[in-house]
């Protein structure tokens, strides 16, 4: 790590929050019947960033639906006491995968070496499926918004190997006049 890279790691927050949203039609319709929805992937979220010491400020489920998840992010921006959105699932390439259109527009600075990193470190994993990875980072109003697959091993890539080590770097940069 650069001489550089170390001084901006040095001066960045060490305290953040975090919001996690799952997109999941099934599982929401499950969740709003009284059925347990079985989110495996925003339950992990949530255990990994609570175990790197941050605060998990809140934790959705909403149905693949853009204007809903549009709606959520622009609620959630606004919410000081969140620093980075993580948003799971929708992000395939069914007709009904819908979250990164959602967020892809609403992004004001996009981290492309996001999805990239992510989609070779899944490479390493599964091979040639990575190609079917969609996964999307940026900056909205001072806030970082990461959108993975929902799948636990996505999780754990994601939030292990790229989002969290890097966490506390992008909110300094995200919030810099």
Do not use: C, W
Request: proline share 5%; hydrophobic share 35%; glycine share 8%.
């Amino acid at each position: 790590m650069s001489a550089s890279t170390n001084a901006h790691k040095k001066t960045a927050p060490h305290r953040l929050s975090f919001h996690v949203i799952t997109v999941s039609t099934s599982k929401y319709l499950k969740s709003r019947d009284g059925a347990p929805s079985n989110d495996l992937s925003g339950k992990r979220i949530t255990q990994l960033v609570r175990e790197k010491g941050y605060t998990v400020a809140g934790r959705t489920l909403i149905p693949d639906n853009l204007a809903k998840i549009r709606k959520l992010v622009r609620t959630l921006v606004k919410k000081e006491d969140i620093d980075i959105i993580v948003v799971t699932g929708g992000t395939g390439i069914t007709q009904s995968d819908v979250t990164i259109e959602a967020i892809t527009p609403m992004l004001e600075k996009t981290l492309p070496g996001f999805g990239e990193l992510f989609r070779r470190k899944s490479y390493e994993r599964i091979g040639t499926a990575a190609i079917l990875t969609r996964a999307v980072g940026g900056v909205i109003k001072g806030k970082a918004i990461f959108s993975i697959p929902g799948s636990p091993d996505s999780v754990e890539i994601a939030l292990k190997e790229v989002i969290l080590p890097e966490s506390g770097h992008i909110i300094k940069h995200s919030r810099e006049k």
